[in-house]
């Protein structure tokens, strides 16, 4: 059971229903789940459902509880989010349990490292099946309540990230909070803040400057309600003491977004031998709150600063690019933003080296920027995946959110900059980002005819060699029942050059550009040459050639602009090569589809793109419904059976096959106008 969707409230309130959580308590108990823990998801999801609350991996809870054990014992535990994990739909197995003695035990030491307190808790989990417990394990151990939440809430941040955040805390909050000092997270953070808390035991929370917030009760709807009300004090406060500001509006129209996007790319992707290794750049048009950061007068400072929380720096670096072109006429945008990324893949380099002190062992991270900010058009993030871009973008706007806040309430400040490294380069943090190391990571693919046996096949191979999948079809992908949960699908007629351009826009508005494209649309038409009239050759040629020319000129383009390489990949035809009677439309449009690629291959290879193809035959479904098919068979006499393995080796050829070859063409770094017939055998198509 997960709760609905994220969603922003416009003023902090508890989401608590009784009729909700007796839900979560009824559910979860049927799982063999105890009332403690389903009252510790509920809440859970009620803080990660809100973004201002908590996002991607920040934030964490916990709740002590007692077990017993294989030998009949009742031994105390405290469950704990798990590293990493979405508090917006976690369940139980996101909450490792730890036997909640031998933690406290700890408390008697005065030092402690990473590893040994990993090690330590590991050692004492239930159930070590389960994922890492929070890096914050211990700071909720050590606090004696039965409920623990922990958030990273940008109204909290807003009023904290200042010079003088104890003052603001004691005028906000009063003494119902204590104020724990910023320390990285951890065993010596843990100890502040139990301290801390003892110091003054009738504190409801604890504020952790540059971090954010705890709060603690016996039970669930008190801990989370007590995080509203002080969440709800901070709003007030920065709502009543804002600074007006009058908003400059401006817009860059001098470049588009997609061309934008694919310059981003090309500056960003690195050279590993002889390929590239890419990233995704993901584009969000939020250019209100764009012109409110470019009309303040501080913003040059302010964006400089560093994060607004220190969990923030492993996703969007500690400092955003910044690119202003208003003032600039006669612009070269290529130039400029080569020049703007190289400067901060420099100024990074430093960072590094004058930081890595603090940490020996660390090694440099990319050098490229993660938030790229453009006044007058909008924010661009980039990723290893979409997954990790979105994210990126997410956690971007958040804590521009919170900036500007910060700085029309005060004056923002971050954590200094040997701590923003620390946590940076923090193994235990680093953790929590898993990297696939899937051959096309970070690549785009581009399928026409996606939505067709063959086209799916290509796409879900694409996919799982971690590809970016879009699917283009004139299909209405409303109207099928397969399985598109993870693609990204445009219903396109192939035959219009301007839907293809229209929407290769919104490819890279979304993902940065295109790597791969693969033109498999096509179209059987049965005519014998005696009776082909100009209309039936003009339809075939319409998408057995014109399509591909379309989908080659555009993508093409944005190759050449990305600088890259590229890939472009067509769905020929043993027609092309061994004519089949009856079958003069379509065979007319498959051999100039066939010249096309080699034609392509002579003027582009020389920017390292590569054009090549697959002849496949007699591939049963999507191109061969069993009408065709049918006719296909009794043109050559054959049944049906015996037409689809009639080759060589007297195997049926499948659609996965297919996929197989156009996976294989697009990792050959150095072939190019090559041709893989894939038909189980036909001499008389080869190619030797």
Request: proline residues 3%; charged residues 25%; glycine residues 6%.
């Given at each position: ?192 803040a139990s301290e801390v808390f003892n110091k003054n035991k009738k504190v409801k929370g604890l504020i952790l400057l540059n971090h954010g917030i705890f709060t603690f009760a016996e039970d669930a709807k008190t801990s989370y309600e007590l ?112 020049k703007a990324i190289r400067n901060y893949q420099q100024t990074y380099s430093k960072y590094f080296l004058r930081n890595k002190k603090y940490n020996k062992n660390a090694n440099i991270l990319d050098l490229s920027p993660r938030i790229i ?16 871009a979105k994210i990126a973008m997410d956690v971007g706007l958040n804590s521009l959110s919170v900036i500007l806040d910060a700085a029309n309430y005060g004056t923002y400040k971050s954590i200094p900059e040997k701590e923003i490294f620390r ?266």
């Amino acid at each position: 059971m997960t709760l609905i969707q994220k969603k922003e409230s416009i003023n902090m309130k508890s989401k608590w229903n009784n009729k909700e959580a007796n839900s979560f308590i009824k559910k979860f108990r049927n799982k063999k789940v105890d009332r403690d823990l389903a009252l510790r998801i509920y809440t859970t999801q009620l803080l990660g459902n809100d973004p201002k609350v908590v996002l991607h991996g920040g934030g964490n809870t916990s709740v002590k509880s007692k077990f017993k054990t294989l030998l009949g014992n009742s031994t105390k535990i405290i469950y704990v989010k798990g590293s990493g994990k979405d508090m917006s739909n976690i369940e139980e197995d996101g909450f490792p349990s730890l036997e909640l003695n031998n933690l406290l035990e700890l408390e008697k030491l005065s030092k402690l490292n990473d590893f040994q307190m990993v090690n330590y808790q590991r050692k004492y989990m239930l159930d070590t099946s389960f994922p890492n417990a929070s890096v914050e394990t211990l700071l909720h151990a050590f606090l004696p309540h039965k409920y623990v939440d922990h958030s990273h809430s940008t109204a909290i941040l807003s009023i904290i990230d200042q010079p003088n955040p104890v003052n603001i805390c004691k005028k906000v909050f009063g003494d119902e909070v204590g104020i724990v000092p910023y320390i990285m997270p951890g065993f010596e953070l843990a100890k502040k803040a139990s301290e801390v808390f003892n110091k003054n035991k009738k504190v409801k929370g604890l504020i952790l400057l540059n971090h954010g917030i705890f709060t603690f009760a016996e039970d669930a709807k008190t801990s989370y309600e007590l995080m509203i009300k002080y969440i709800s004090k901070a709003e007030n406060e920065l709502k009543k003491n804002k600074k007006s500001l009058k908003i400059k509006k401006y817009t860059e129209n001098r470049i588009s977004v997609a061309d934008f996007s694919n310059l981003i790319r090309k500056n960003i992707a690195t050279k590993k031998g002889d390929d590239y290794e890419k990233k995704i750049v993901y584009f969000n048009n939020n250019n209100n709150l764009i012109n409110k950061i470019f009309s303040h007068k501080n913003h040059k400072s302010f964006l400089n600063q560093g994060p607004v929380t220190p969990d923030h720096v492993i996703r969007i670096k500690s400092k955003p690019l910044v690119l202003d072109f208003s003032n600039k006429k006669n612009i070269n945008f290529e130039n400029e933003i080569e020049k703007a990324i190289r400067n901060y893949q420099q100024t990074y380099s430093k960072y590094f080296l004058r930081n890595k002190k603090y940490n020996k062992n660390a090694n440099i991270l990319d050098l490229s920027p993660r938030i790229i900010i453009v006044k007058g058009m909008g924010i661009f993030s980039t990723g290893s995946s979409f997954k990790d871009a979105k994210i990126a973008m997410d956690v971007g706007l958040n804590s521009l959110s919170v900036i500007l806040d910060a700085a029309n309430y005060g004056t923002y400040k971050s954590i200094p900059e040997k701590e923003i490294f620390r946590m940076e380069y923090w193994p235990l943090e680093l953790a929590k980002i898993k990297t696939s190391t899937k051959r096309l990571l970070g690549n785009v693919v581009v399928i026409t005819g996606g939505l067709g046996t063959i086209g799916y096949s290509i796409g879900n191979k694409f996919k799982n060699e971690g590809a970016e999948v879009v699917l283009l079809d004139i299909k209405n992908p409303k109207n099928t029942d397969l399985n598109l949960k993870d693609f990204t699908v445009f219903q396109c007629d192939v035959k219009n050059k301007n839907q293809i351009t229209n929407i290769f826009n919104k490819i890279s508005e979304k993902f940065g550009g295109i790597d791969v494209c693969i033109s498999n649309a096509g179209f059987g038409i049965q005519r014998n040459l005696e009776d082909l009239d100009k209309k039936t050759l003009d339809k075939s040629l319409d998408v057995n050639f014109f399509a591909h020319h379309y989908i080659s000129q555009l993508s093409v383009d944005i190759f050449k602009r990305q600088n890259t390489g590229g890939s472009l990949l067509y769905n020929l035809s043993k027609q092309a090569i061994n004519p089949g009677s009856g079958f003069a439309a379509y065979g007319l449009g498959k051999a100039a589809s066939f010249f096309l690629m080699k034609q392509n291959a002579v003027e582009f290879s020389k920017f390292g793109i590569r054009f090549n193809g697959v002849n496949a035959d007699r591939i049963e479904g999507g191109f061969f419904p069993p009408k065709l098919l049918k006719a296909r068979a009794k043109s050559r006499g054959l049944t049906v059976q015996e037409y689809l393995s009639g080759n060589m080796l007297k195997k049926a050829v499948t659609a996965d096959d297919v996929a197989q070859a156009f996976y294989h063409l697009s990792v050959s770094l150095k072939t190019t106008a090559c041709i893989i017939t894939v038909d189980g055998g036909n001499i008389e198509a080869s190619l030797r």
